[in-house]
């Protein structure tokens, strides 16, 4: 057994940290024990921060018989109804109650999951025994239906100062005498990662080498910094190199973090002049990085990252004191709602492109004048839509429902008023009756034309120069 699952902690008190978080977990569980309905809890955060040791050790506290899924179990619609759906009402065969923890939810995705988010959705709205969930991610757009069902209880990274004592425990328990120096090295190298540390140094006692030039070469953990606390820094800090290193070792796209400081800058500061002064600031930043994709020349890159980051971070005139619950940018569930929109469009531009023989870029522009017609004009709009061979969802996606089916009828009737001129023509020309052949009133075609070149006049003669002498 390796030695993070051997000093797991059993109970409450055993658990390193995150002290509100154990009390507020405590009051829920009490809650449900007294029949009082509440959410599930969603815990939320990086790993090796104590989600699944805190569920653990509340079933432990409290009596309750543990059924878990993991991120490596399939957990599609029907293995969740049929594991989670009948333990979510019911007890156990022991006759304890049942606590159901759903480990890494925004791991669900998918052939092998599908239909799992919709599922559990469906169990919690029925359930009667407490569930637990648990995230890296909370903002993954999958996870947009959980969030609304549930509580959200975020936990951070475990100090380095808690990790310490924890690691000095075992490695008294495993018989060594390791330097508190030493152990503060493994401690801050985890960077807030309990099981990291514990694995760092059961690696070290195998080998015997607790010296701290080992310690220092131990391999580079992943210390990507999360969105929120690359934000925290830049709203509460007034020194520019650490505003500028808050964008250090980001995952997100530079764009990205643009969008959540100027969601968040006017939740965080209070004054007109600060908020107008830091986007100016990122407005500069935003024309760097237009040049940097327009000219492909990411030298400017860094200039982007400096305005938005200790441009930002310099707007205010003093720091800001308490905690703030920054929001995830609007732009993106905006993009995300209207994903369905763009792709109609996308498709109309594809059909006015080959029909024009002009780029998409270019029909885009047709297409202001496109809905602008079809709105005042439906007539010429019809006419148009059958040029173009759109279909019932491009007009819609073009104008509104009333106007498309308006203009949809009006080319249904152009179309049953060609075919009924067509079938008009060919009735009277099957009704017209055949002309009766005359033989004998019949003239031979040779006197006629005789006479024909008789009734032409001769040509006149052409005037020369000897008709005037």
């Keep these: 057994m390796n030695w993070v699952e051997k000093y797991r902690p059993k109970t409450m008190l055993e658990v390193v940290g995150n002290n509100k978080i154990k009390e507020e977990l405590k009051n829920w569980i009490e809650e449900i024990l007294h029949n009082e309905s509440s959410k599930p809890v969603l815990l939320v955060g990086p790993p090796g921060c104590g989600k699944t040791t805190l569920t653990n050790a509340l079933a432990n506290d409290y009596g309750f018989e543990l059924i878990e899924l993991n991120a490596s179990d399939k957990r599609n619609k029907d293995i969740i109804r049929q594991i989670v759906g009948g333990a979510s009402s019911s007890k156990s065969i022991t006759g304890k109650r049942v606590l159901i923890v759903l480990d ?9 999951d599908r239909g799992g988010v919709s599922e559990i959705i469906k169990i919690i709205k029925n359930a009667k025994n407490p569930i637990i969930l648990t995230a890296n991610d909370i903002y993954k757009p999958s996870l947009m239906s959980l969030r609304n069902v549930c509580n959200i209880v975020k936990i951070g990274s475990v100090h380095t100062n808690s990790i310490v004592p924890v690691l000095r425990r075992i490695s008294l328990k495993e018989g060594f005498e390791v330097d508190d120096k030493i152990l503060k090295i493994i401690a801050k190298h985890a960077g807030g990662d309990v099981r990291s540390a514990i694995n760092d140094l059961e690696a070290l006692a195998m080998g015997n080498t607790f010296d701290e030039y080992n310690v220092r070469e131990l391999p580079d953990r992943d210390t990507d ?4 606390d690359a934000i925290r820094i830049i709203f509460k800090t007034t020194h520019y190199d650490i505003s500028l290193d808050a964008m250090k070792d980001l995952k997100e796209d530079i764009g990205t ?3 959540w400081i100027a969601e968040n800058v006017p939740r965080e500061y209070k004054k007109n002049k600060e908020i107008c002064l830091a ?19 990411y030298g400017l890159w860094r200039y982007a990252s400096a305005l938005m980051s200790a441009g ?22 905006k993009l995300t709602r209207s994903k369905g929109k763009r792709g109609a469009i996308n498709k109309v531009l594809e059909k006015i492109s080959l029909k024009s023989h002009v780029s998409k870029r270019r029909a885009r522009e047709d297409v202001l004048y496109l809905e602008y017609i079809l709105k005042n004009n439906a007539e010429q709009g019809a006419k148009l839509c059958e040029f173009y061979e759109f279909t019932k969802e491009d007009i819609e996606s073009l104008t509104n429902k009333v106007t498309a089916k308006k203009i949809i009828k009006l080319m249904n009737g152009g179309n049953k ?24 009133n019949e003239k031979s075609p040779k006197k006629e034309k005789i006479k024909e070149k008789s009734k032409k006049k001769e040509p006149k ?9």
């Design 104 to 112: 890494e939810v925004d791991g669900l995705s998918g052939n092998s």
């Design 225 to 228: 910094k999360s969105i929120f």
């Design 257 to 259: 973090v643009q969008e």
């Design 279 to 297: 986007y100016d600031n990122l407005s500069k930043a935003d024309v760097f990085l237009g040049r940097v994709h327009k000219r492909q020349y």
């Design 312 to 333: 930002v971070s310099l707007s205010k005139e003093e720091k800001y004191r308490g905690f703030f619950s920054y929001m995830r940018p609007t732009i993106f569930t």
């Design 417 to 440: 008023k060609t075919k009924t001129k067509k079938e008009t023509k060919t009735q009277k020309e099957q009704k017209s009756p055949q002309p009766i052949l005359n033989i004998k």
């Design 461 to 469: 003669k052409q005037i020369t120069l000897e008709a005037f002498f």
